[in-house]
Antibody, heavy 123, light 108 residues
Framework: QVQLQESGPGLVKPSETLSLTCSVS????????WSWIRQSAGKGLEWIGRIYTGGSTNYNPSLKSRVTMSVDKLKNQFSLKLSSVTAADTAVYYCAREGPYDSGYYVSSLSHWGQGMLVTVSS | EIVMTQSPPTLSVSPGERATLSCRASQSVSSDLAWYQQKPGQAPRLLIY???TRATGIPARFSGSGSGTEFTLTISSLQSEDFAVYYCQHYNNWPPYTFGQGTKLEIK
């Protein structure tokens, strides 16, 4: 069973860069799309973007100018960087994998999620 | 961006009764629609994908229907563990995939 775990600083200062890593265990890391989603009281669930194991990315246009995602296949990890953060970026950040695998392809719903990590932006 | 609108925001239902939750898309998403359940302090859990296919391990009392812009999640006989917040999400046209604002299912 695939398991995902977010890690990184829980407190980030305004204008700095938020950096999170998702570690994947228990299943295949290859040939999948890996996503970041955040949840705040004010905006509900928001899809930040996704990265394919091969490195191609898709970002939410509303965040695109500040988001960078990367993947490390050797460590079975993928990462999120969000620059120039403000209090509005305070949220629980989740990593997730698209799936399930059905009829020969991975459906783009989110079948596996990390437990989530609260990141607070404050000085 | 496709906007997903869920109704009602809160639904009060007694255990053992049926619950019907709605989700509307601002434009057609075909059947590229998922439903999630979220309990306090937990990540969302995938219930339904493809508008009507139950994910692995999801009880048969959960069913999804609809296509295009109108979707429904039905829970046929509510159990105590079903009281939670439910979200719909489309994955028809990237970017971005978007979620509804959620329906809180509470005990009547």
């Amino acid at each position: 069973q695939v398991q995902l775990q977010e890690s990184g600083p829980g407190l980030v200062k305004p204008s700095e860069t938020l950096s999170l890593t998702c570690s994947v265990s228990g299943g295949s890391f290859g040939s999948n799309y890996w996503s970041w989603i955040r949840q705040s009281a004010g905006k509900g669930l928001e899809w930040i973007g996704r990265i394919y194991t091969g490195g191609s990315t898709n970002y939410n246009p509303s965040l695109k100018s500040r988001v960078t995602m990367s993947v490390d296949k050797l460590k079975n990890q993928f990462s999120l960087k969000l620059s120039s953060v403000t209090a509005a970026d305070t949220a629980v950040y989740y990593c997730a994998r698209e799936g399930p695998y059905d009829s020969g392809y991975y459906v783009s719903s989110l079948s596996h999620w990390g437990q989530g990590m609260l990141v607070t932006v404050s000085s | 961006e496709i906007v997903m609108t869920q109704s009602p925001p809160t639904l009060s239902v007694s255990p053992g009764e049926r619950a019907t939750l709605s989700c509307r898309a601002s434009q057609s998403v075909s059947s590229d629609l998922a439903w999630y359940q979220q309990k306090p302090g937990q990540a969302p859990r995938l219930l339904i994908y493809g508008a009507s296919t139950r994910a692995t391990g999801i009880p048969a009392r959960f069913s999804g229907s609809g296509s295009g812009t109108e979707f429904t999640l039905t829970i046929s006989s509510l159990q105590s563990e079903d009281f939670a917040v439910y979200y719909c999400q489309h994955y028809n046209n990237w970017p971005p995939y978007t979620f509804g604002q959620g329906t809180k299912l509470e005990i009547k």
